[in-house]
């Protein structure tokens, strides 16, 4: 409506007759205020266009209050006229269940799981359930989880939902806010809808839209600006109907899929995160070519946030890449990223992202990126102490890099069926096929692989009671590692040392170690490694009568390992806080932990510390 139509409307309530209705514009508006002047007016401007369309309707003296509703954010509004604005945000999850209950009735009441998945489908948009409520309706007597089964499938979401009036049309309530959007933005809106993330920063629109980050920062701005997305700091997302009302825009100009761009910019960033994170393992990774436009902007102080605030995207990106055929997308990305989501303790996403990864290999075909794969979650699962399955995935990469004849991989392969061999307290195996990496690396100049296998060897050589061939080995890790500048394993190997140190009655030593390997940790994001430190710490405090000390530190040890799911973490600082309570008598306290620690290595299959468990529980009196 233009702002002429609307004050001869308003003029004639106020009850001026239609003879007397000026026919200019600003007379009309100037005949309004008069009006208005020293009454107490309530005006209601609802789904206003603009700042402009609104400004000829605002009263010209204070006693009058109006309202004003709006797709835009008017800031126009507020910066000349003062208003205060009022960003309302989708339904609250109960008052949504409420509106559903209240107009769908029983059905609703009666299938709560069913109302939550329908709620979250309509977004929680008042008038998106609204309407949903309505084909709940016309679908009785089906039942209402069969009404959310037919929403499920978000590429028909909008259809269904469509109720061919154009007042009450979700996908015509979304274009009063489209059609006003300059080019550009428009463009902009159209595309995200292709993202398969949660929301999006200006760096990743800059990749969608082939443009610079400016360009894209001030198109987000205005998407924000006409509630198209919404903003959270320098981030910015929609939910799932905008997003099918944005693809199917897109569709239908010509726009189909996800540039390439974007998952050129995903992975080089997230390359350029892990070098910075752990630039000794840069030889273990595939090399990534920059892609065309600005490099990353990165840091060693903004690398991991990056990938905290991409990792849902980065798994995301993956899975659509994979199921639109752009396999090699999943295999890089998934070799990329493993030593940060296994560190991380996000071994959800990384499971998902290796077998997205893993499959894609192997339609590929890319027998070695399978393999790699295959190592890489043979990893996780040993992180998870899910020993079968590891010990499977480890030996078909053994067999795989056998088939294509890479030494390399069936080397890594070996040393970590090595490494699982020692949790499950197969120590003979272990050291011999750990021995074997370590003749293979050096032979091949492989330091960062010969590093990684004497640091395993030392471990089990601690497991099999050979302390000085433990401390050798470990050693001598810890000097490769420190020559080539891999931080992580140098502090492994300064753990085991510790460890080592301890066993042998050298407290004073083991805490030296321990400080050392903790102090490397506390700056990356190996969270398993800080535990291990703690737990350490932990030990000799209680061997130094610092029983206060020990147990702060075994407590902190034992929520890191919780928090990251590592089960084998959390049975060894288990039985270390049932020695600490049986050392100052607390003999009960002592029992539930090595119960609970007996309980925990026994599901998992960790030898070692189920046989600490038992020692413990021996030395308890009866």
Same mark, same amino acid.
């Given at each position: 409506?233009?702002?002429?139509?609307?004050?001869a409307?308003?003029?004639?309530?106020?009850?001026?007759?239609g003879?007397?209705?000026?026919?200019?514009a600003?007379?009309?508006?100037?005949?309004?205020?008069?009006?208005?002047d020293?009454?107490?007016?309530?005006?209601?401007?609802?789904?206003?266009?603009?700042?402009?369309?609104?400004?000829?309707?605002?009263?010209?003296?204070?006693?009058?209050?109006?309202v004003?509703?709006?797709?835009?954010?008017?800031?126009?509004?507020?910066?000349?006229?003062?208003?205060?604005?009022?960003?309302?945000?989708?339904?609250?999850?109960?008052?949504?269940?409420?509106?559903?209950?209240?107009?769908?009735?029983?059905?609703?009441?009666?299938?709560?799981?069913?109302?939550?998945?329908?709620a979250?489908?309509?977004?929680?948009?008042?008038?998106?359930?609204?309407?949903?409520?309505?084909?709940?309706?016309?679908?009785?007597?089906?039942?209402?989880?069969?009404?959310?089964?037919?929403?499920?499938?978000?590429?028909?979401?909008?259809?269904?939902?469509? @109720?061919?009036?154009?007042?009450?049309?979700?996908?015509?309530?979304?274009?009063?806010s489209?059609?006003?959007?300059?080019?550009?933005?428009?463009?902009?809106?159209?595309?995200?809808?292709?993202?398969?993330?949660?929301?999006?920063?200006?760096?990743?629109?800059?990749?969608?839209?082939?443009? @610079?980050?400016?360009?894209?920062?001030?198109?987000?701005?205005?998407?924000?600006? %006409?509630?198209?997305?919404? =903003?959270?700091?320098?981030?910015?997302?929609?939910?799932?109907?905008l997003?099918?009302?944005? =693809?199917?825009?897109?569709?239908?100009?010509?726009?189909?899929?996800?540039?390439?761009?974007?998952?050129?910019?995903?992975?080089?960033?997230?390359?350029?995160?892990?070098?910075?994170?752990?630039?000794?393992?840069?030889?273990?990774?595939?090399?990534v070519?920059?892609?065309?436009?600005?490099?990353?902007?990165?840091?060693?102080?903004?690398?991991?946030?990056?990938?905290?605030?991409?990792?849902a995207?980065?798994?995301?990106?993956?899975?659509?890449?994979?199921?639109?055929?752009?396999?090699?997308?999943?295999v890089?990305l998934?070799?990329?990223?493993?030593?940060?989501?296994? %560190?991380?303790?996000?071994?959800?996403?990384?499971?998902?992202?290796?077998?997205?990864?893993?499959?894609?290999?192997e339609?590929?075909?890319?027998?070695?990126?399978?393999?790699?794969l295959?190592?890489?979650?043979?990893?996780?699962?040993?992180?998870?102490?899910?020993?079968?399955?590891?010990g499977?995935?480890?030996?078909?990469?053994? +067999?795989?890099?056998?088939?294509?004849?890479?030494?390399?991989?069936?080397?890594?392969?070996?040393?970590?069926?090595?490494?699982?061999?020692?949790?499950?307290?197969?120590?003979? +195996?272990?050291?011999?096929?750990?021995?074997?990496?370590?003749?293979?690396?050096?032979?091949?100049?492989?330091?960062?692989?010969?590093?990684?296998?004497?640091?395993?060897?030392?471990?089990?050589?601690?497991?099999?009671?050979?302390?000085?061939?433990?401390?050798?080995?470990?050693?001598a890790?810890?000097?490769?590692?420190h020559?080539?500048?891999?931080?992580?394993?140098?502090?492994?190997?300064?753990?085991?040392?510790?460890?080592?140190?301890?066993?042998?009655?050298?407290?004073?030593?083991?805490?030296?170690?321990?400080?050392?390997?903790?102090?490397?940790?506390?700056?990356?994001? +190996?969270?398993?490694?800080?535990?291990?430190?703690?737990?350490?710490?932990?030990?000799?405090?209680?061997?130094?009568?610092?029983? =206060?000390?020990?147990?702060?530190?075994?407590?902190?040890?034992?929520?890191?390992?919780?928090?990251?799911?590592?089960?084998?973490?959390?049975?060894?600082v288990?039985?270390?806080?049932?020695?600490?309570?049986?050392?100052?008598?607390?003999?009960?306290?002592?029992?539930?932990?090595?119960?609970?620690?007996?309980?925990?290595?026994?599901?998992?299959?960790?030898?070692?510390?189920? %046989?600490?468990?038992?020692?413990?529980?021996?030395?308890?009196?009866?």
């Amino acid at each position: 409506m233009s702002p002429e139509a609307a004050l001869a409307r308003f003029l004639r309530s106020l009850g001026l007759p239609g003879d007397q209705m000026p026919a200019d514009a600003e007379e009309r508006a100037a005949l309004y205020r008069s009006l208005l002047d020293r009454r107490r007016m309530l005006v209601l401007l609802d789904n206003a266009a603009s700042a402009g369309q609104v400004r000829p309707l605002l009263p010209g003296s204070a006693g009058s209050v109006v309202v004003v509703t709006s797709r835009d954010g008017l800031p126009g509004l507020v910066v000349r006229h003062g208003a205060r604005r009022l960003s309302l945000d989708v339904l609250r999850r109960d008052d949504a269940l409420a509106l559903l209950r209240r107009l769908a009735g029983e059905g609703v009441t009666g299938d709560p799981a069913a109302a939550e998945e329908l709620a979250a489908h309509c977004a929680r948009l008042p008038l998106a359930l609204r309407i949903a409520a309505e084909l709940v309706h016309r679908r009785a007597p089906a039942t209402l989880a069969s009404v959310v089964g037919e929403l499920a499938d978000h590429r028909g979401r909008l259809g269904l939902l469509s @109720t061919g009036d154009p007042h009450s049309d979700i996908a015509v309530v979304f274009s009063w806010s489209y059609r006003d959007l300059p080019s550009g933005a428009a463009r902009t809106f159209r595309l995200l809808g292709h993202h398969p993330g949660t929301d999006v920063d200006a760096p990743a629109v800059a990749a969608l839209i082939g443009g @610079t980050r400016e360009q894209a920062w001030e198109h987000l701005e205005l998407l924000a600006g %006409s509630h198209l997305v919404q =903003r959270a700091g320098d981030r910015f997302g929609m939910h799932d109907l905008l997003r099918a009302y944005a =693809r199917d825009l897109a569709l239908k100009a010509g726009e189909a899929g996800l540039p390439r761009a974007v998952l050129d910019f995903y992975l080089h960033t997230a390359a350029t995160a892990m070098d910075l994170l752990y630039p000794a393992e840069r030889g273990r990774r595939p090399h990534v070519p920059q892609p065309p436009g600005p490099p990353p902007v990165l840091r060693d102080t903004t690398a991991l946030a990056w990938l905290d605030a991409e990792r849902a995207n980065l798994v995301a990106t993956a899975v659509h890449a994979v199921a639109h055929g752009q396999e090699w997308y999943a295999v890089q990305l998934a070799q990329v990223l493993l030593r940060y989501l296994e %560190s991380g303790g996000h071994y959800t996403d990384a499971v998902a992202l290796h077998e997205h990864a893993l499959r894609a290999a192997e339609s590929l075909p890319d027998p070695r990126g399978a393999a790699q794969l295959r190592i890489n979650l043979g990893v996780l699962h040993v992180q998870q102490a899910r020993y079968e399955e590891a010990g499977a995935e480890l030996q078909r990469a053994v +067999e795989l890099a056998r088939e294509v004849g890479d030494t390399l991989v069936r080397v890594r392969a070996l040393g970590n069926l090595g490494h699982l061999y020692q949790w499950q307290g197969r120590y003979a +195996e272990a050291a011999r096929f750990l021995g074997e990496v370590v003749a293979v690396a050096r032979h091949s100049g492989d330091r960062a692989g010969e590093a990684r296998g004497l640091g395993n060897l030392g471990q089990v050589r601690l497991r099999q009671g050979r302390h000085e061939d433990a401390a050798r080995d470990l050693r001598a890790s810890a000097a490769i590692c420190h020559d080539i500048g891999d931080a992580i394993g140098e502090a492994y190997a300064l753990l085991y040392l510790g460890h080592v140190e301890s066993s042998s009655g050298r407290s004073a030593e083991a805490a030296d170690h321990y400080e050392r390997a903790l102090s490397v940790f506390a700056g990356t994001t +190996e969270v398993a490694g800080t535990a291990y430190a703690l737990d350490g710490l932990g030990g000799v405090d209680v061997l130094r009568g610092e029983h =206060r000390r020990a147990e702060d530190r075994l407590g902190e040890a034992l929520a890191l390992f919780r928090r990251i799911g590592e089960r084998a973490g959390e049975a060894r600082v288990s039985n270390s806080l049932g020695a600490a309570a049986a050392s100052t008598g607390r003999l009960a306290d002592a029992r539930a932990h090595h119960l609970s620690a007996l309980r925990i290595a026994g599901e998992i299959g960790f030898r070692y510390e189920q %046989s600490r468990a038992e020692k413990g529980l021996a030395g308890l009196p009866a």
